[in-house]
């Protein structure tokens, strides 16, 4: 793995300098070599040896995902479905554009993306978090370890500032493109040119929220309400709320009387859980806040302010179902709207096509396959228990990553 910080008037020319004809010309490896399984697993065992890693949860997700046991059932499962006339290879090189809000998915993607043999690029945020600066020194250090030379000169790791005639290159040599970042990333990239057989697999912006059955919720006991308050955390306040994945509408389902008891006890319970982990919150993002809410209030003729800004409590709108389109952005930090809805059967009428991530909490499988059904493609590519929203799956965006990262050839 080579990490490589590229001064921004010598980015292409140290860029040139890295994909050179014998990057160009290596060998692929064999998808899902007992190489790249060890590698990862290695990786994982270094992260949980660091001491204080719980400082950093997201790394923490990371070592759990890509340990031996986790990679081995997502390769079982994807095989298994394979045809058996099919022979699975690698696709090529991949160029990965990593997103800035959530840093670290791209570990993800590039994990999956090594482990079927492709060559990978990666370019990540100049800004990028501490839990990344670490996890980078974690992967050199174990790079320079003689086992890994194969992996090592075949993965590439690399920030520079805006550089047209850098993504030109890459992208020229690419057999897949992996675009994080969202619209704006997406649109950007794609103005160069690829080669005619290059895949690609573009993540826009998406919108995620929550939907809980009232009834239900009333009726757990105080210790189940503090475990759900701790899983809406997780998905809600990693990245400050600005991965895709995580809610910014709670949808309360039932019966008006019960929708607003519900609202009371659940928002309650969140602020208990900011309050026992001493949250706090920089000036800035406190300001766009209060930026935020006053531009809902000069648009939305029905909103309510269910609790105002305060760093120990989470700033809950809430708004009739009829106006939820016209607030779709979202300032992060802890900034949520409500509404209430009778049934489960609605959400397929509020549907949008960017929604990603739908977290429940007190609907069974039937009720939940009912609505995917009548939503019918118009939207939502995830359906997932609460406390679920921010863990990768190989299928992501409605894309099964495993799929696009690699050739089948057909053996007839």
Known sequence: MITV??????GFLIVDQLINEKLLNLELLPSFSQLALDFLSQLSNKIFEVKHITNFPELVALA???????ISSIIKNFQKNVDPDSIITPRGIAFHIAPSNVDSIFLYSWALSMLV??????RITQNYSPQIALLLLFINDLMKEKQWEEITERN????????????ERLSSIADVRVLWGGDSTVQAIRKFSTKPTTKEVPFADKF???????????ALNDYRREQL????????????????????FVYFSGIKKKNLEASHLFWDSLSKELQNRETSESMGLAMNKLVYMYETASVGDSMKVVSELNIAKPTVIRIDKNEINSFRDSCGGGFFFETFIESLDELSLLTKSNDQTLTYFGFNKAKLRNLIKSVNGKGIDRVVPIGHALNFSPLWDGYSLLDEFTRKVHLL
């Open 208 to 218: 995620s929220y929550t939907v809980i059955d009232s009834k239900k919720y009333i």
């Open 229 to 248: 308050a701790k899983q809406f955390y997780n998905d809600s306040y990693w990245f400050d709320q600005l991965a895709c994945s995580s809610p910014r």
């Open 64 to 70: 759990y995902w890509i340990r031996k046991a986790n």
């Open 156 to 167: 590439i790791i690399i920030t520079y500032a805006h550089d047209d005639k850098i993504n």
């Open 117 to 122: 043999g492709n060559i990978n690029i990666i």
């Open 5 to 10: 910080l590229a001064p921004k008037d010598k």
